[in-house]
Nanobody, 124 residues
């Protein structure tokens, strides 16, 4: 059974930092792109960051560029999202996703494996 399990969410004050982790089990995704999405109450799920299978390429949503960094450790089948200078508008459930190939795509419908999500709450 393929699973993506996120961890590292929590409550943090504005300006603070968190690091999210997403561990894969059941199969390896070392040839696949991985991505982070988030969904706030009443809003659509939006692309946050994506990383190629090698880690050599990445992409970020406009609202997080310069503050968030995506990385991966293929030996551990884990992808990370380092979030800095957090803002209240970053409050959301954050989801990890795996794509069917090495391409980084912003469209959430392209991804075929999803984690259960981890809550991030940023207080002002």
């Amino acid at each position: 059974q393929v699973q993506l399990v996120e961890s590292g969410g929590g409550l943090v004050q504005a300006g603070g930092s968190l690091r999210l982790s997403c561990a894969a089990s059941g199969r390896t995704f070392f040839r696949n792109s991985m991505a982070w999405f988030r969904q706030a109450p009443g809003k659509e799920r939006e692309f946050v960051a994506g990383i190629s299978w090698s880690g050599g390429a990445s992409d970020y949503g406009d609202s997080v560029r310069g503050r968030f960094t995506v990385s991966r450790d293929n030996a551990k089948d884990t992808v990370y999202l380092q979030m800095s200078n957090l803002k209240p508008e970053d409050t959301a459930v954050y989801y990890c996703a795996a794509g069917p190939s090495s391409a980084i795509v912003r469209n959430r419908t392209w991804y075929n494996y999803w984690g259960q999500g981890t809550q991030v709450t940023v207080s002002s």
